[in-house]
């Protein structure tokens, strides 16, 4: 890296937990300012304060606006924010802390799920310009009717790399407490393996079916701009993990990681009319507003009816059943059920599509496991099952032993 270097980098809050954290990151900023980077250093809310400030609020207020959800959870990471700049200058290194809005992150107008939209990077290159390290304040944005927005949890990521992207930054760094991309989440599975590359696509995946150590709109934004991510440890030494083109990964395996996700809930409206626009019903009031729906399963029809089921993350029950209740209503359904306590395990692999197998063997291994499937999904780089949520770190590690996963040498290879 040329001393010149333009390079974003993030720390995530399981970085940022305490005051002595948040004065070692300083310190490892600061030695890269001094190596003569020019740094943009992204920041989320320190520790679990987005959580904290979610739980406060819902002490007042059991539904609360999106609005005043964004009004509140921005603060956390502007908090990060002059903390850090204010560590970084105590160590005599120039630094300033900027607001999403400051540094130019536009954003639509949809609370709590904003997409950035536009970034105007000239008040970020002038403080560069200044020689000053630029701490913003990541999650969130603006929007066209100047209202404080937030990019859904996790979004600090993907103001680190829209900056990236904005900035043609030399390098886009994600710190935070693992030192890369493993076969599977290290904190459930043991001898889950760092992988020293995977494609966007892959990782895609995963962050959509449950690896928070990337949020997927991060992903897709370094996909659509082409921008490597690389994701390190923020305490140690190593070279982290590469998110890059799928041409760069030599080998695409027919099981590269197995990923999981508990607080999945499940709807289920029965007994409704089998004939077109039904679904549609459905789904359009849910899609409008902005419930993502996860799963969907449609029954073979008996005497002309049949009955939809579909999954939500537990966090959009309340909604999406409020939702379902009227559809249920409004066409005649026996009855509408709302069930919380699943998870969900997934495979992902790109050498998957080619190979008929690979689902037989996941779910021989399930079966091995005493582990009973209630719903299925498959696309070409992933199978997904649906399964109650207290057996899902025991999934987890049993797909991850039948499939080789934690060697070198992985028995799952293509
Ligand atoms: P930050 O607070 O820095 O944003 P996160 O908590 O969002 O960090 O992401 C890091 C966490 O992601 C790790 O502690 C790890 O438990 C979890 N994780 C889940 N799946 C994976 C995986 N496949 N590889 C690495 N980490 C994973
Ligand atoms: N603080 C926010 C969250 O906890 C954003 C982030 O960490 O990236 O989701
Ligand atoms: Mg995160």
């Known amino acids: 890296m040329s001393a010149n270097a333009l390079i974003v980098q993030k720390f995530g809050g399981s970085s940022l937990a305490t005051m002595e954290h948040v004065r070692r990151v300083a310190e490892r900023v600061a030695r890269d300012r001094q190596r003569g980077c020019r740094l943009v250093v992204v920041v989320s809310a320190m520790g679990d304060a987005t959580d904290d400030l979610l739980e406060l609020l819902g002490q007042l207020n059991a539904r609360p606006v999106a609005r005043e959800v964004d009004m509140l959870l921005a603060t956390g990471e502007q908090a ?8 970084l200058q105590a160590l005599g290194c120039s630094a300033v ?6 540094a130019g992150v536009a954003t639509d107008s949809v609370h709590r799920k904003a997409s950035i939209v536009r970034i ?11 020689g000053r390290v630029v701490i913003v304040a990541g999650f969130q944005g603006l929007s066209a009717d100047a209202e404080i927005t937030t990019l859904g949890r996790g979004g600090s990521d993907t103001t680190a790399v829209a900056l990236a992207a904005a900035l043609k930054a030399d390098s886009c760094e994600i710190y935070s407490d693992v030192d890369g991309v493993y076969t599977a989440d290290p904190r459930v599975v043991p001898d889950a393996r760092r992988l020293p590359l995977i494609s966007y696509e892959e990782m895609m995946e995963m962050a959509h079916l449950g690896a928070q150590v990337l949020q997927i709109r991060a992903v897709e934004c370094a996909l659509l701009n082409r921008v490597t991510i690389v994701a390190k440890s923020t305490f140690t030494e190593g070279p982290g993990t590469c998110i890059t083109e799928v041409d760069a990964v030599e080998e695409r ?17 029965m007994g409704v009319a089998d004939r077109p626009g039904v679904a549609h019903r459905v789904f359009a009031a849910l899609a409008e507003a902005h419930v993502n729906v996860d799963m969907i399963i449609q029954s073979q029809p008996r005497d002309g009816l049949n009955d939809i089921a579909f999954t939500v993350s537990r966090d959009e029950l309340p909604s999406a059943e409020e939702m379902a209740r009227a559809a249920g209503r409004e066409l005649g359904a026996a009855a509408v059920v709302a ?7 997934s495979l992902v692999g790109a050498g998957m599509a080619s190979n008929p197998g690979v689902a037989a063997r996941m779910f021989g291994a399930l079966a091995s496991a005493g582990v009973n499937i209630e719903m299925i999904s498959t696309s070409e780089i992933k199978i997904s099952c649906l399964v109650r949520a207290q057996h899902v770190d025991h999934a987890a590690r049993a797909l991850h032993a039948a499939f080789g996963l934690g060697q070198q040498a992985a028995l799952g290879r293509a």
């Open 339 to 345: 069930e919380q306590g699943y998870g969900k395990v």
């Open 120 to 130: 105007d990077t000239s008040r970020i290159l002038r403080e560069l310009e200044d």
């Open 253 to 269: 395996a027919l099981a590269r990681a197995v990923a999981q996700e508990r607080d999945v809930a499940k709807l289920a409206l």
């Open 80 to 87: 990060s924010a002059a903390l850090m700049a204010s560590a």
């Open 97 to 102: 802390s900027l607001t999403g809005w400051q």
